[in-house]
């Protein structure tokens, strides 16, 4: 009614209202902005800045110290393991959950998040009790002097089974949401089975696959939890980035501390990189198969 | 393909760094330790290694793992192959008998002092200045005094502290009962319990939390010296207890290593002139009497406790005051 009587003062009322809009939004923005700045960026730019207090050359010196560089290949190891595990068993997973009818199958997709809820020290202590020398395997492992946890394959195992759901989590909804008629198109044209996930489906899914690939390699790389538990502590040997980080601060060496997570930092922002750029690939591909 | 690519990639980078690894020649030797031992073993082990070269062996390479006592006991019962422990405390090493079955009952009496080649005493690490006047144990429990040390059930640090406390409480009231509740009030006091002595003094150091801290007599010179001097003083309470942290090789290991030779040579190096210096350096005191009377001045005579005279050993005094349901965990679950 109002509207209709009195255009002028309705206009000039919706302009207010939008600049009273243009005003909140860039105060949610600048809020948002300090947030960040303040929770995350400050954080970082002390880390770096700690790191190059004394100067390029200890910094150097610390990430070039044998047990440091020992603790990087370790940390290399864990991730060059796992990863490439998990995108074997995700891609399984996912193409039975997607193109399978089973019974139990949501229990199936359920349990594959247990990773996730469960907290990584239990992760790490399920395999003392199973591998350790009081553990139910103990005493057979011990038998024939093979060592799982306190050594590198209980560090990978730990590794693994916290990286667990993150190539499956990214590839399920794809695939769900692709629907299994390309393949069934590509069967009835005389495709094998492997010719068929070569050309038909890994085409399809390979931007959900690097995504998952990436944050697998992320959170891989900074486990602290489960690989503490299993780790044994020993220096040079069974310690990870993350852990030596811990070791050097607690050992009264803050720019070598600093230093060394600096470098797991910048690790980081790599897979970040990649990350956004898998993502935007990802996003592409999404709304291109959409018409 | 992609991914084809990516995963030969990841598996290539993964076999270069497994192929890269040191290969060193002897069998290295893995010393388990308590935590606020790094200092002093980084350095032993190289004047162990020279020794030991000088004797006409190979290079031998010491690795070092460092953690809270109980913790790095439980771990070399469930399977980290230590060659020798040098725990905080002998309950700590006994569980390795009682439940690893790793070394005989009367590892204790192998070595010299009840393998016991340096001690150590608990003393108060307070802020410059002493702001809240700290000079004995009763002023740990006034209100409104915050009191930093580590979890009697994964420090061995921590428990010597508890005791000294609970020592000096049942010399002044003179009856147990009294002696629970001032160390129960201690405990009302406690802000943080970490797992491990180094972990309480970064709290303290560091994180600038609690005003006083119950440290090992070692770790608070260390964090003294760290500190270059300032910000900190240490106060030495009326009484303070004996801390006996005791070394082993572990029989077990060194067997199925082949390693028992170097390790007993180790531990026994531990009791030369050279090994009780390098100890009384990083503020440990050494049971040597001509070393001890070198460095007299550096440790303040105190009155101590002993845990064999005062609390009938780590056998009776672990399970009446730290094991499930003991002291510990009745004044713990009080608040």
């Given at each position: 009614?109002?509207?209709?009587?009195?255009?002028?003062?309705?206009?000039?009322?919706?302009?207010?209202?939008?600049?009273?809009?243009?005003?909140?939004?860039?105060?949610?923005?600048?809020?948002?902005?300090?947030v960040f700045a303040l929770f995350l960026l400050l954080p970082l730019v002390i880390v770096v800045s700690e790191a190059l207090k004394q100067g390029v050359g200890t910094f150097f010196t610390a990430i070039l110290e044998p047990d440091a560089l020992a603790a990087?290949k370790l940390t290399l190891l864990a991730v060059g393991l796992s990863v490439p595990l998990n995108l074997v068993f995700g891609v399984a997973a996912a193409w039975c959950v997607s193109k399978y009818e089973f019974r139990g199958k949501s229990l199936l997709v359920?349990?594959?998040?247990?990773?996730?809820?469960?907290?990584?020290?239990?992760?790490?202590?399920?395999?003392?009790?199973?591998?350790?020398?009081?553990?139910?395997?103990?005493?057979?492992?011990?038998?024939?002097?093979?060592?799982?946890?306190?050594?590198?394959?209980?560090?990978?195992?730990?590794?693994?089974?916290?990286?667990?759901?993150?190539?499956?989590?990214?590839?399920?909804?794809?695939?769900?949401?692709?629907?299994?008629?390309?393949?069934?198109?590509?069967?009835?044209?005389?495709?094998?089975?492997?010719?068929?996930?070569?050309?038909?489906?890994?085409?399809?899914?390979?931007?959900?696959?690097?995504?998952?690939?990436?944050?697998?390699?992320?959170?891989?790389?900074?486990?602290?939890?489960?690989?503490?538990?299993?780790?044994?502590?020993?220096?040079?040997?069974?310690?990870?980035?993350?852990?030596?980080?811990?070791?050097?601060?607690?050992?009264?060496?803050?720019?070598?501390?600093?230093?060394?997570?600096?470098?797991?930092?910048?690790?980081?922002?790599?897979?970040?990189?990649?990350?956004?750029?898998?993502?935007?690939?990802?996003?592409?591909?999404?709304?291109?198969?959409?018409? | 393909?992609?991914?084809?690519?990516?995963?030969?990639?990841?598996?290539?980078?993964?076999?270069?760094?497994?192929?890269?690894?040191?290969?060193?020649?002897?069998?290295?030797?893995?010393?388990?330790?308590?935590?606020?031992?790094?200092?002093?073993?980084?350095?032993?082990?190289?004047?162990?290694?020279?020794?030991?070269?000088?004797?006409?062996?190979?290079?031998?390479?010491?690795?070092?793992?460092?953690?809270?006592?109980?913790?790095?006991?439980?771990?070399?019962?469930?399977?980290?192959?230590?060659?020798v422990v040098t725990l905080a405390l002998a309950g700590d090493i006994d569980e390795l008998h009682r439940i690893g079955k790793l070394i005989p009952a009367d590892w204790q009496s192998r070595l010299p002092n009840a393998s016991t080649p340096y001690t150590s005493?608990?003393?108060?690490?307070?802020?410059?200045?002493?702001?809240?006047?700290?000079?004995?144990?009763?002023?740990?429990?006034?209100?409104?005094?915050?009191?930093?040390?580590?979890?009697?059930?994964?420090?061995?640090?921590?428990?010597?502290?508890?005791?000294?406390?609970?020592?000096?409480?049942?010399?002044?009231?003179?009856?147990?009962?009294?002696?629970?509740?001032?160390?129960?009030?201690?405990?009302?006091?406690?802000?943080?319990?970490?797992?491990?002595?180094?972990?309480?003094?970064?709290?303290?150091?560091?994180?600038?939390?609690?005003?006083?801290?119950?440290?090992?007599?070692?770790?608070?010179?260390?964090?003294?010296?760290?500190?270059?001097?300032?910000?900190?003083?240490?106060?030495?309470?009326?009484?303070?207890?004996?801390?006996?942290?005791?070394?082993?090789?572990?029989?077990?290991?060194?067997?199925?290593?082949?390693?028992?030779?170097?390790?007993?040579?180790?531990?026994?190096?531990?009791?030369?002139?050279?090994?009780?210096?390098?100890?009384?350096?990083?503020?440990?005191?050494?049971?040597?009497?001509?070393?001890?009377?070198?460095?007299?001045?550096?440790?303040?005579?105190?009155?101590?406790?002993?845990?064999?005279?005062?609390?009938?050993?780590?056998?009776?005094?672990?399970?009446?005051?730290?094991?499930?349901?003991?002291?510990?965990?009745?004044?713990?679950?009080?608040?």
């Open positions: 009614m109002s509207s209709v009587s009195l255009p002028a003062t309705a206009s000039a009322s919706a302009k207010a209202a939008r600049r009273g809009n243009a005003l909140g939004r860039r105060l949610l923005i600048l809020a948002a902005w300090l990087l359920t349990l594959i998040d247990l990773p996730f809820s469960v907290s990584p020290v239990i992760a790490g202590l399920i395999y003392v009790l199973l591998f350790g020398a009081q553990g139910y395997f103990g005493e057979w492992l011990s038998d024939r002097d093979i060592q799982i946890v306190f050594a590198v394959p209980g560090i990978v195992l730990a590794t693994l089974f916290v990286t667990v759901p993150f190539v499956a989590r990214e590839l399920i909804p794809l695939m769900q949401e692709q629907g299994s008629t390309e393949e069934e198109a590509a069967r009835l044209l005389g495709a094998s089975g492997w010719q068929m996930f070569r050309h038909i489906t890994l085409p399809n899914i390979r931007w959900g696959l690097v995504y998952g690939v990436v944050l697998c390699t992320a959170r891989a790389m900074g486990e602290f939890g489960a690989v503490s538990v299993v780790s044994g502590h020993i220096r040079g040997l069974t310690n990870t980035l993350p852990l030596h980080v811990e070791i050097l601060y607690n050992e009264y060496n803050h720019v070598a501390a600093f230093s060394v997570a600096s470098l797991l930092l910048a690790l980081a922002l790599v897979i970040l990189l990649l990350k956004q750029w898998s993502e935007s690939r990802l996003a592409h591909l999404r709304t291109g198969a959409q018409p | 393909m992609f991914a084809k690519h990516l995963a030969l990639a990841t598996l290539a980078g993964a076999l270069a760094v497994l192929t890269a690894g040191p290969a060193s020649a002897a069998e290295p030797l893995l010393n388990v330790s308590y935590d606020p031992t790094r200092e002093l073993y980084a350095e032993f082990n190289e004047a162990f290694n020279e020794h030991w070269q000088a004797q006409g062996h190979e290079p031998i390479e010491v690795r070092q793992s460092h953690g809270g006592s109980g913790k790095q006991a439980r771990a070399v019962i469930d399977g980290l192959r230590a060659d005493t608990i003393v108060f690490l307070v802020r410059k200045g002493n702001p809240k006047g700290i000079e004995d144990w009763d002023d740990l429990v006034k209100p409104g005094v915050e009191v930093i040390t580590p979890n009697p059930k994964t420090s061995g640090g921590a428990r010597w502290n508890f005791l000294a406390a609970w020592a000096y409480a049942r010399q002044k009231f003179g009856d147990e009962q009294q002696a629970q509740a001032f160390v129960e009030a201690l405990y009302q006091n406690v802000p943080v319990l970490d797992t491990g002595a180094r972990g309480s003094t970064v709290t303290f150091v560091n994180n600038g939390i609690g005003d006083v801290l119950l440290a090992w007599e070692n770790e608070a010179f260390l964090a003294l010296k760290e500190q270059g001097g300032d910000g900190f003083e240490i106060v030495a309470p009326s009484l303070s207890i004996l801390a006996e942290p005791p070394v082993a090789v572990v029989d077990k290991n060194v067997e199925r290593k082949g390693t028992r030779e170097v390790a007993e040579a180790y531990l026994n190096y531990l009791y030369s002139e050279e090994g009780q210096r390098i100890a009384a350096k990083h503020f440990y005191r050494p049971r040597n009497e001509r070393v001890a009377a070198e460095f007299k001045d550096r440790f303040p005579a105190l009155k101590l406790v002993t845990i064999d005279g005062d609390f009938g050993g780590w056998t009776v005094a672990q399970p009446k005051f730290f094991n499930d349901g003991g002291v510990f965990d009745q004044i713990y679950q009080a608040h």
